[in-house]
Nanobody, 127 residues
Framework: QVRLVESGGGLVQDGGSLRLSCVVSGRTFSIYATSWFRQAPGKEREFVAAISWTGGSTYYANSVKGRFTISRDDAENMVYLRMNRMKPEDTAVYYC????????????????????WGQGTQVTVSL
């Protein structure tokens, strides 16, 4: 089992910044990649960013590329999502997820490829 706990959500103004944190515990040796997804009301869960558990390669959705940065602290088993120049359309519940099987560019954006999920943290960007 892998356990994920997110924190850091909140209310931020248009153009502001926020950093989300995800504590990863349990059988971390089984993880292939960890990712952030988000889900806005009435919309499907969408991929935001991913980082490989070994090697640290990163991948981003086009909508956040250049504004968001995913990173990892190996010593603390933490995954972060730094969000800059935020927009109202970034408003959503943000989820940390971990997958234990190898992924390709198509599968890493698919929520069904991920075995473990956190409880989510609300992010609201106001005008």
């Amino acid at each position: 089992q892998v356990r994920l706990v997110e924190s850091g959500g909140g209310l931020v103004q248009d153009g502001g910044s926020l950093r989300l944190s995800c504590v990863v515990s349990g059988r971390t040796f089984s993880i292939y990649a960890t990712s952030w997804f988000r889900q806005a009301p009435g919309k499907e869960r969408e991929f935001v960013a991913a980082i490989s558990w070994t090697g640290g390669s990163t991948y981003y959705a086009n909508s956040v590329k250049g504004r968001f940065t995913i990173s990892r602290d190996d010593a603390e088993n933490m995954v972060y999502l730094r969000m800059n120049r935020m927009k109202p359309e970034d408003t959503a519940v943000y989820y940390c997820a971990a997958g234990t099987t190898a992924m390709n560019p198509l599968s890493r954006v698919d929520p069904s490829e991920y075995n473990y999920w956190g409880q989510g943290t609300q992010v609201t960007v106001s005008l």
